[in-house]
């Protein structure tokens, strides 16, 4: 694990302050640093641990998965993260960690993302997001084939569907749904990404949900 081997760089985020704190701890020695977001400062114990402890295994798994992909060598490894979401009581986020072992072709890069309600600390699963039974897997599919088709969005195979598992994020009035690299689409074109307004699957959207939530935002 490479949290065996850490130490911890906290920097605050300045200036405006949001619902949720968050604060950058740094793990690793160079060549590998892995840049880990936690939240301090809520009014739940219970959880903000939960939220931080899911977050670090995020973390740990996308390490393990990148160990699993690279060869034998010195590997360069970079972990960062970005908070697409933070109002409401809704945190989501995304982590990305990248990796090289020369000789290399080229790396490797990694993605996944967490979407939590934060005065319990729950996670939000894709399907989570709208009513029980709801036809979300194929209205999203609908909007994402229908931005290939405009984008003109290279694909290794013509695109079906999503996942009902489908990695996402929300930001803004938006769930991005994406691809991980060779899932849809060739290397060069990293991961595919399809903002979707949540005005266009409104009428699926569990009430109390973090999607609801932002739709009912000023």
């Not at 360069?76 to 809704?90: H, P």
């Amino acid at each position: 694990m490479f949290f065996g081997w850490q130490h911890a760089d906290f920097r605050e985020n300045g200036g405006f302050h949001p619902p949720a704190q968050i604060q950058t701890v740094l793990y690793g020695m160079p060549p590998v640093n892995i840049r880990v977001p936690q939240v301090h400062g809520l009014p739940n114990p219970a959880a903000q641990a939960a939220i931080n402890r899911q977050i670090l295994q995020q973390a740990q798994r996308l390490h393990d998965q990148q160990v699993q992909a690279q060869i034998p060598g010195t590997t360069e490894m970079t972990g960062y993260y970005e908070i697409k979401t933070n109002e409401r009581n809704v945190l989501s986020l995304i982590q990305v960690n990248g990796a090289y072992t020369p000789p290399m072709a080229h790396g490797m890069t990694f993605a996944d993302s967490l979407t939590f309600t934060l005065e319990d600390g729950k996670i939000w699963p894709l399907s989570e997001l709208f009513k029980p039974g709801a036809a979300y897997v194929e209205r999203l599919s609908e909007l994402v084939a229908a931005q290939i088709r405009e984008r003109d969005v290279p694909v290794l195979e013509p695109f079906r569907q999503i996942r009902p598992d489908q990695d996402y994020y929300l930001a803004d009035k938006s769930i991005v749904i994406y691809f991980q690299l060779y899932e849809l689409s060739p290397y060069y074109v990293g991961f595919p990404m399809f903002p979707i307004s949540l005005y266009a699957v409104q009428d699926l959207i569990r009430e109390g949900s973090p999607a609801d939530r932002l739709l009912a935002s000023t």
